[in-house]
């Protein structure tokens, strides 16, 4: 199922999970000009990627866990591919953010770790990932697997009905992390490309 057929299948979660992509986020801390300043507590940020304990398999059938990641800098987004508008966008978002970064690119990873696994086999990740850059990697892995990695990334995600199916609430936003594994900030959903690529290039510093 290409990305607009699914779209158009689940249309009617579309109003659900942005507005429940705005509400999980409107706690996160961002760092973009203008924010303003105050307090974070260290309980609502992701977890270094060395303190996490997870294994996933990637969207080629490897399994891997977050020490794989450490020695580059990587992008983390949660989300799954019957997702009608949130997870489109934001990975259509990032491959431009990845187009407008040119050469500085390649030290970068990037992870799309769905909160569907029942769904989203490893076939349907790399069918799904496909109609993306390239450098843009799915993973899938069992329900307790998913829960870890959303544990230690701070993010909250829901089954919910609809009269076609279910769909997924999500907390909807990209980590950032630099090359040592440690958290630098956070990408909110539909940040202006202009905040979204400095965060970018810190973690490539």
């Known amino acids: 199922m290409t ?20 509400l999980l986020f409107g706690w996160w801390h961002t760092d973009g000009p203008g924010a303003p ?16 304990d997870f294994q996933l398999t990637d969207h080629s ?5 977050p020490e794989d990641w450490i020695g580059r800098p990587t ?34 990873q990037v992870a799309f770790i769905t909160v569907d696994p029942e769904r989203d086999t490893v076939q349907a990740m790399a069918d799904y990932v496909s109609n993306f850059h390239p450098a843009i990697v799915g993973y899938t892995g069992s329900r307790d697997e998913i829960a870890k990695a959303a544990e230690g990334f701070r993010v909250k995600y829901e089954r919910v009905s609809t009269e076609y199916g279910y769909t997924m609430n999500h907390t909807a936003g990209v980590f950032v992390f630099d090359a040592r594994g440690e958290f630098v900030s956070i990408i909110d959903f539909h940040e202006p490309r202009e905040n979204a690529i400095p965060k970018i290039r810190r973690a490539l510093q």
């Open 75 to 108: 992008l983390v987004f949660f989300g799954f591919t019957y997702c009608p508008d949130v997870c489109p966008t934001t990975l259509t978002d990032i491959t431009g953010w990845l187009q407008g970064l040119g050469d500085d690119v390649s030290p970068l």
């Open 61 to 65: 059938g490897l399994k891997i866990g």
């Open 3 to 22: 990305v607009s057929r699914r779209n158009v299948a689940l249309a009617i979660g579309g109003t659900t999970s942005a507005l429940a992509a705005t």
């Open 37 to 52: 300043q105050r307090p974070v507590r260290s309980d609502v940020l992701p977890l270094p990627l060395y303190e996490m």
